[in-house]
Structures are given as structure tokens and as C-alpha cells.
């Protein structure tokens, strides 16, 4: 209902009735910052600082002491050895041997021209998917989108300029009208029977009215504006009137759709996807950063065994000349020539395929990269430059998890959406209200006047006016409508609910687990490298006892498998230790502090 009213603040004392709503309409338009506001960007600051803190958070932040180097630790790990001394190694197959975290990646790349090979380290890697990865640019048009959805919903409450103009024109014949009986003080008319009829007649009309429609966060909304109406007729009887308006109208729910809180519900619900969604591209980036950092250490892993399938070649060729050369001097059986043909046959096997895992793990790498470039992929070379981090991290798990359940994105973007949840919850309860609201309207009121010019001189002296005050009520008999759609938000937070409490759980599950595999792996690391340099030391007393005659290239060859499957334990170990590491910092929301990325 839109009730139109309209005076002048300078009225005489008959429109009294005027003042209170003036005044009421100005407290309504003066609106102070609502609770629930303020609650809304308490959250916002809240997420925004503790997205601040992942970036800034690193392991070693969670270290209860300062992490143990790889040296020292194989020392420690040899003296709690029971066994027998260990003589230093001495053998001449010393590049079979180089500590993995030692050696230099271009060195297993000698194979390879310098303009073929593309030398990475982690952090360009990381720069370069960032930048380029397609499904990270999916992900960055959501938070686009989601802005305009807020911009829309703010935009209810934009004032309304409206105009609105009508030009008629009707010539009427005349036309025979109803028989009426006087009512008069006039004997002379009292009780007299007439008949009406319209005469002929050509009419003209033109009606102007401009405003200001004005909604308001409370739910109503206030109307001003100023109609002109100017009509005119050709005939016997000639006229030419102007007549001309102030009017002011208000219309207020009080009970459905009343208040700040209820109005400003759907802009705040937008607000808080837009949270949502900025946090959900957040996560996939910091999904992808992990997947790329996986994918640049298994790169490292894959050129490791790349150098140790080599060296087996390498090594199983040398022992198939030096047997080739015994027989030639009679000191061994020919034989042994098959058998050493058959260990270069399997060594080469292993080269081709670990061959063959490289170029998987380069083509993995490039596509989080987006780097597929047939030409580049077909012939250019990535070798991975960053050392693995080969430090031992002794973890303050119970502050590593109190930080994880504050700072994991998946956690914060549910405690958004409980938010949004609970904001509708509240709207929903508020629909359920009957629908009773107070609608007034005054107008202030020209006289008829004969020319344009004088029509607004006696709008505002207060002689003509008109004014009016309603209420409506509306309600539905049963009200099931709304409050199935009450009970629907209700039951949906409920299973947001649950959600969060399994992500909580999971959470947990995820640091233990990741915790327990860094300490696995860097086991797995020391019982590798002492059991590569046994297994050299038995690779050498074998070759020495073939020299003598004591054993058979069957014999050597089998320690030589063993010295290889050792050194692609060490760095399988390696790298699973990296990834290890990421998955600590992945789970407990600390990546971006750890891959050392602002995403300011």
C-alpha cells in the first residue's frame, strides 16, 4: 500500500499530527551501526588475522628445540648400534656413494647439453604455478563473482528518483446522464427532479509528478514528491485549472519484515559467501602449492634413481670387462661372462624404466606448472636445484594442534557458513511473523488557480491539505510455508554442525598421522645410509674374493643389487621425508609459512 502525504515543516498548528512522523521518518534515516554488524565484521577481522597467521607460522615455530642435522644424527643413530665397528669405507666406486643430500642435481644431469637442461629451484616452481596454473585461475573468477552478488544485495537500499508525466485528450459528445432529486435549503430547489446531461465538450489534461522514493534498513520506506495536474476544456463553458502538491507518505512493517537486522540479513548472508568463497580459493591454491612442492620432490626422487639405475649400469659394464679380461688370462671361468651379461641386461631394464618415471615426473611438474609447450616438454630438461631440508623436528604437537584447529582454511570457511547459517536462521524466524504494518500519508495542497505561475504560491501555507493513517494485517491460516522453510535452515545448520565436527576430528587425524610419518621417514633415512655403506663395504669384499677366485659374478652381482636397492631406499626415504614435511604444514595450516608465500 503506498499512501502519499506531503506538507511543509512551517504548517499552522491544525496539521500537529504531522511533526511526530517527520521526526520519526529522521531517526529512521539516521541509522546507527547495528550489533549484528558489528558482529559481522568481528568475524571478518577475526578470519582476516588468523589468515595472516598462516602465512607467518612455519615448523619451526612448533620445534621444542632446535631441529638435529643429518650428521649428527647418523652419529647418534651409529652409537645406539649394537653391532660391530665399521671400517670407513674404502672402495673405488666413491659417485655411487656421494650422500644424496649432498650431491649436486646438475651432476646427474652431465648426460644432458646445457641448453637442454633447465635448472628449478622450488620457489620459482611455486611462483610459476601460482601464476600460470589454470585451475587456480578458475578458482580466482569466484571471488569476482561473489563481490557483484554483495554489490547487488547492498544496492537495496538505493534511493529512487522517479518522474512521471501523462498528456490526454478526449472530445465528447453530449450524452444524456441521470435523473436527480435536490436537496437544498432553497424552497425553490428542495425536492426538485432534474435531469443531468454532459454537453459536448473538448478536454485536455496533463499531469506531471516527480520524487523521491526512499528505502529504509528498518523495512519501510518514505516517499516524496510534488504532483502537478493541469486541466482544460474547450466549449460553453471554458476552463483552464492548475492544481499542484507536497506530498509525504511512510509505509513501516512492525512485526514481518521490521527491523535493521531482518533487511540487512540478505546483504550480510552475501557478505559472509563472499568470505566463503574467497577462503575456498585460498584453499585451492594452498592445494595446489602442496601438489606442486609433491611434485617437484618426487622430480628429486626421480632423477635419484635415475643416478642410481646409471651407476648399476655403469658398475655391472665395468665387472662385464673385468670378467671378460680374466677369462682372456685364464683366471676365470667363461661362464661367468653370462652372468655378467645378465646383470647388465637387468641393470639396463631398470635404466629404461627409470627413464621413463623422469620424463612422468618432469611432464607432472609442468602441467601444475602450465608449462606443456610440446617443443619445451620434447626438449628441454627440468632439474630440480633445492636440496631436500634434512633436519630433525621434534614437535610441541599440542600447540601444532590448537593452531591447526584455529588456522586450517576448511575450518574457517565453516565457521563463516554457521554464521550465514545462523543469519537466517533469524530472518526465517522473523517471516513467520504476521504481516502488520502502519501506513501514513499528508499532502499539502494548492487552490485551484488559473495559471502556471501562481500554482505553487499557497502549497505551503497550510489551507488545503489532506492526510490519512492505516494499519494492515496479513497472516496464512496454518503459516506452514514459512515454517518449513524455518525448520529446513534449521535442520541444514544442524548438519553444517556435524560437518564441522568431523572436520575437527579429521583434522586431528590428519596431524597425527602427518606427524608420525615425519618421524618414520627420517628413520627410514638413517637405516638407509647406514645400510648403503655396509652394503658398499660387502660389495667390496665380494669383488675382492671374485679377484681370488672364491666367488662367482652370480655372488657379486647379487651384492651390487643390493648396494642399489639401498641408495633408491635413501632416496625414496628422502623424499618421502619432504613430503612429509608438507603434509605437517598442510595439515596444520601453516603451508603458506612454510613455502614461505604472502598471498598479499
Not at 441521470?178 to 425553490?188: A, L, P, Y
Request: one cysteine or more; glycine letters at 4%.
Amino acid at each position: 500500500m503506498t499512501i502519499d502525504a506531503n506538507k511543509s515543516i512551517q504548517v499552522s498548528a491544525k496539521n500537529y499530527f504531522v511533526f511526530p512522523l517527520v521526526i520519526f521518518s529522521l531517526c529512521i534515516l539516521i541509522q546507527p551501526l547495528s550489533a549484528e554488524e558489528s558482529s559481522q565484521s568481528s568475524i571478518a577481522e577475526k578470519a582476516n588475522q588468523r589468515l595472516r597467521l598462516d602465512e607467518q607460522l612455519m615448523l619451526d615455530n612448533y620445534a621444542v628445540e632446535a631441529p638435529l642435522k643429518l650428521d649428527e644424527a647418523l652419529k647418534d643413530y651409529k652409537s645406539k648400534q649394537e653391532k660391530i665397528e665399521v671400517k670407513p669405507l674404502q672402495i673405488d666406486i666413491s659417485k655411487a656413494l656421494n650422500a644424496i643430500d649432498t650431491a649436486d642435481a646438475n651432476q646427474r644431469a652431465s648426460t644432458l647439453s646445457e641448453q637442454a637442461a633447465q635448472s628449478l629451484t622450488i620457489a620459482d616452481v611455486r611462483a610459476t604455478a601460482l601464476k600460470n596454473n589454470l585451475a587456480i585461475k578458475v578458482a580466482q573468477i569466484d571471488p569476482l563473482i561473489s563481490g557483484t552478488e554483495v554489490r547487488e544485495e547492498q544496492a537495496k537500499f538505493d534511493n529512487i528518483i522517479f518522474a512521471y508525466a501523462k498528456y490526454g485528450q478526449i472530445d465528447l459528445p453530449k450524452i444524456s446522464g441521470d435523473t436527480v432529486e435536490f436537496k437544498s435549503t432553497n424552497i425553490n430547489l428542495d425536492g426538485k427532479q432534474v435531469k443531468i446531461s454532459t454537453l459536448a465538450q473538448d478536454k485536455r489534461s496533463l499531469e506531471l509528478e516527480a520524487g523521491i522514493r526512499i528505502p529504509l534498513r528498518t523495512g519501510g520506506s518514505i516517499t516524496l514528491s510534488s504532483p502537478l495536474e493541469n486541466k482544460s476544456s474547450r466549449g460553453r463553458f471554458e476552463s483552464d485549472e492548475y492544481r499542484s502538491a507536497m506530498r509525504f507518505s511512510i509505509s513501516q512493517p512492525l512485526l514481518r519484515n521490521a527491523g535493521v537486522k531482518v533487511n540487512e540479513a540478505s546483504i550480510r548472508i552475501a557478505e559472509y559467501s563472499q568470505q566463503a568463497v574467497q577462503l575456498k580459493t585460498r584453499l585451492q591454491s594452498i592445494r595446489i602449492i602442496a601438489a606442486v612442492d609433491k611434485a617437484y620432490w618426487a622430480l628429486y626422487e626421480a632423477w635419484g634413481q635415475l643416478d642410481v639405475r646409471r651407476q648399476q649400469f655403469e658398475y655391472a659394464n665395468q665387472n662385464l670387462s673385468m670378467v671378460k679380461h680374466r677369462v682372456r688370462e685364464g683366471l676365470s671361468a667363461a661362464v661367468e661372462i653370462n652372468r655378467a651379461e645378465i646383470g647388465v641386461a637387468d641393470r639396463m631394464e631398470a635404466l629404461i624404466v627409470a627413464e621413463t618415471n623422469l620424463k612422468l615426473a618432469q611432464r607432472q611438474l609442468r602441467f601444475y606448472m602450465n608449462d606443456m609447450t610440446e617443443d619445451l616438454v620434447q626438449t628441454n630438461t627440468l632439474v630440480p636445484s633445492t636440496q631436500p631440508s634434512l633436519l630433525k623436528y621434534e614437535f610441541n604437537r599440542t600447540k601444532l594442534l590448537d593452531d591447526a584447529l584455529t588456522s586450517r582454511v576448511e575450518l574457517l570457511e565453516q565457521e563463516i557458513k554457521l554464521a550465514a547459517d545462523l543469519t537466517k536462521i533469524e530472518y526465517l524466524e522473523n517471516q513467520t511473523l504476521p504481516l502488520f504494518s502502519l501506513d501514513y500519508q499528508y499532502g499539502a495542497l494548492s487552490n485551484t488557480n488559473s495559471s502556471f505561475g501562481q500554482n505553487y504560491r499557497n502549497v505551503l501555507n497550510g489551507d488545503f491539505n489532506d492526510w490519512s493513517i492505516g494499519l494492515k494485517f496479513e497472516m496464512p491460516i496454518t503459516n506452514e510455508a514459512r515454517k518449513a522453510q524455518l525448520d529446513n535452515a534449521v535442520q541444514q545448520r544442524n548438519q553444517r554442525l556435524a560437518t564441522k565436527t568431523l572436520q575437527v576430528l579429521t583434522v586431528k587425524k590428519e596431524i597425527y598421522d602427518a606427524l608420525d610419518y615425519v618421524d618414520q621417514n627420517w628413520q627410514r633415512i638413517l637405516a638407509a645410509r647406514q645400510q648403503v655403506l655396509i652394503a658398499g663395504i660387502n660389495y667390496e669384499a665380494e669383488l675382492k674374493q671374485f679377484n681370488e677366485g672364491l666367488r662367482t659374478m652370480t655372488e657379486v652381482l647379487e651384492t651390487l643389487t643390493r648396494l642399489g636397492e639401498a641408495q633408491a631406499k635413501e632416496v625414496r626415504a628422502i623424499a618421502d621425508y619432504q613430503v612429509a614435511l608438507i603434509d605437517t604444514a598442510y595439515a596444520t595450516g601453516t603451508l603458506l609459512g612454510y613455502s614461505k608465500l604472502d598471498f598479499n
